[in-house]
């Protein structure tokens, strides 16, 4: 047979499988930085930003590709230490994984927008391909909607 569907192993993991929790993810993170960045944080604090820092990263991955995924796990590692990582430990870590998403989300925009004009170009060569095809009965013929007159009535 050689219309065979497609495996699913033929088909390329999506980059991002739920788009609205990542961005829930990241909206997160910057409301979180946001209210971080002008107190003071002891060390339970910290303890606590790097437990949902840690969090999240686990959440990410089960909406990221695995190679997204380990292009993110890269940089974001601060955080895994077994002691209570530093304030900027924490601000940095959550600074550089907001930075990321923020970038991935712009680059996912890029890519929608890239697949919507190729469609709208497909769309527009599919038009003009068809008032270029003559309809039955050559350039000259009698449309198809109007009925042929045949008898000596109206």
Request: proline share 7%; glycine share 8%; with cysteine.
């Amino acid at each position: 047979m050689t219309d065979e569907e497609p495996t699913p192993e033929d088909q390329p993991e999506p980059a991002v499988s739920d788009p609205a929790k990542l961005i829930r993810l990241g909206t997160m993170l910057q409301t979180l930085m946001a209210e971080v960045r002008g107190a003071d944080t002891d060390e339970e604090s910290r303890r606590l930003l790097a437990r949902i820092h840690n969090e999240t990263m686990d959440e990410l991955g089960t909406v990221l590709s695995s190679d997204l995924m380990e292009e993110l796990s890269e940089f974001t590692s601060c955080c895994d230490a077994d002691g209570v990582p530093t304030e900027a430990e924490i601000r940095v870590a959550q600074a550089q994984l907001v930075g990321w998403l923020q970038g991935l989300l712009q680059g996912l925009q890029a890519s929608v927008i890239a697949q919507q004009a190729a469609a709208a170009r497909q769309f527009q060569q599919l038009a003009a391909n068809r008032r270029s095809i003559p309809g039955p009965g050559g350039p000259g013929a009698r449309p198809s909607s109007l009925p042929e007159q045949t008898g000596t009535y109206l």
